[in-house]
């Protein structure tokens, strides 16, 4: 026994009981304050709210005190791991936190609503990103090279002159050589026409007049004979038009802005020191 009264382990264990105890006697009523967890009845209404959202009905009694009882548990977890310094150094945690925050400076970007002059001075000023694309519809007729060889360009002009005695009417399909494409396109915007044809057919078919059967015009699939039917001109639309499109991307910019002088703004309440960078390493 007296062996065992001056083992060093003992004399830690005891004086680590005597601490918690003195602890709990003089702990302060704000201290006791501290620890109170309340569950208001706004909280519950939230609770009942995404149950609703997420399982489409009301929860039952069971179902609610589960969900009451998980979130006090959460908070204990969350104070718990808060003063035990489970947060510090946490890169996850950083990053929500950082989030967190500019989500925050987001939400109150979009509390003011931009005003019709400020959408209209945007418009104008992005102008190239909001202009309504050409558009056209028309009918192809396609020539294979590697099949009619040298003789493609008198093909051509035979195809062409008969197309041009049939008119708007020809039927293309019974003309050409076949190929997997469509013989007609409703109104396609020429970045789409781009895209099938490449940008040489698309950039050429805005140049035929409507109307009339016009060819040989050349892709990346070979040649082809065409017919536009109709050409809708490029054009700068009025605010009118894409007024949704505008606000949206004005509220974006207005969002980037916000967080980028938030964070100027509190640069400045800080004395940020940046130790040299170690050179890379050759190789690595």
Known sequence: MKKLLKDPLLHFLLIGALLFLVFQFIKSPTGIEENRIVITRGDIEALQANFIRTWQRQPTEDELSSLVEDKVRDE????????????????????????????????????????????????????????????????????????????VDEDARNMLAQLTAAGPGADPESFGDPNMLPKEYPLYHSSDVERLFGESFARDLLQ?????????????????????????????????????EVEREWTAKRRRELKEETYKKLRQRYMVTIEDIPAATPGK
């Open 76 to 151: 204990m977890a969350y104070r718990e791991a808060v003063a035990m310094g489970l947060d510090q150094d946490d890169s996850v945690i950083r990053r929500r936190l950082r989030m967190k925050m500019e989500l925050l400076v987001e939400d109150i970007a979009g509390l003011s609503p931009p005003t019709d002059e400020e959408l209209a001075a945007f418009l104008e000023e992005q102008k190239d990103s909001f202009r309504q694309e050409p558009q056209v519809s028309f009918k192809q007729v396609f020539l294979n090279i590697d099949k009619r060889g040298a003789g």
């Open 208 to 244: 035929v007049e409507p109307g009339k059967w016009t060819g040989p015009v050349r892709s990346s699939y070979g040649l082809h004979l065409v017919y536009v039917g109709e050409r809708i001109e490029g054009r700068d639309p009025e605010l009118a038009e894409v007024r949704k």
